[in-house]
């Protein structure tokens, strides 16, 4: 998160350098990439998960595609992970220790412990596949429940059939619907 965060605001000192849009900025990622997306959107603009209290760029939105949400519950549904084991990407990320044997550290790894009633958050759009063998398709369910729960601005996707990523998200429909969001959020 501290590094993309990094990111912007070196992309926003080379505006000069690149054909860099700064009135239409996007968050975006696909599994953990769609985590860190999810991190830095729930905490920008604040003092959390950054190495710095310098301004942000505003961002236009952010997209989720088939990220972890919540390391808490991920061990909760079926997945081809085992999500419990010390190997596990969730245990590798928390430097080796399991989740729900550290619930604290989880936490802060987790999107909803971020999200607050009435949070100003530009707006998300989460896409999974209900068929997710890797990232249970409940942690996406569950993230837009919350951000239903709180009033920020979500849509969620379930891309039917479709497993971890794969040829049924780069397809047409799929596209449709974040060009639609892009186009929508855009000045």
């Not at 860099?20 to 985590?35: Q, R, V």
């Not at 989880?106 to 958050?121: T, V």
């Not at 998300?124 to 729960?149: K, W, Y």
Request: aromatic share 10%; proline share 5%.
């Amino acid at each position: 998160m501290e590094d993309c965060k990094r990111a912007f605001r070196f992309m926003m000192t080379q505006l000069d350098a690149y054909p860099i849009d700064a009135n239409n900025l996007f968050l975006s990622g696909d599994s953990s990439g769609g985590h860190t997306a999810l991190l830095c959107w729930a905490t920008w603009q604040q003092a959390l998960l950054d190495t710095t209290t310098d301004a942000l760029p505003p961002l236009k939105g952010c997209i989720d595609l088939y990220g972890v949400t919540d390391l808490t519950t991920i061990a909760d549904y079926p997945s081809a992970v085992e999500h419990t084991h010390i190997d596990s990407p969730e245990s590798q990320l928390l430097g080796g220790k399991i989740p729900r044997a550290h619930t604290e550290e989880a936490e802060k790894a987790s999107i909803p412990f971020y999200l607050k009633e009435n949070q100003q958050l530009v707006p998300l759009l989460i896409m999974h596949g209900n068929r997710d063998s890797v990232v249970p398709f409940e942690q996406s369910v569950t993230l837009f429940a919350h951000c239903q729960s709180f009033g920020i601005p979500a849509e969620f996707y379930a891309v039917d059939n479709a497993d971890h990523g794969g040829s049924f998200f780069y397809c047409e429909d799929v596209l449709k619907v974040i060009v639609a969001f892009l186009k929508k959020h855009t000045k």
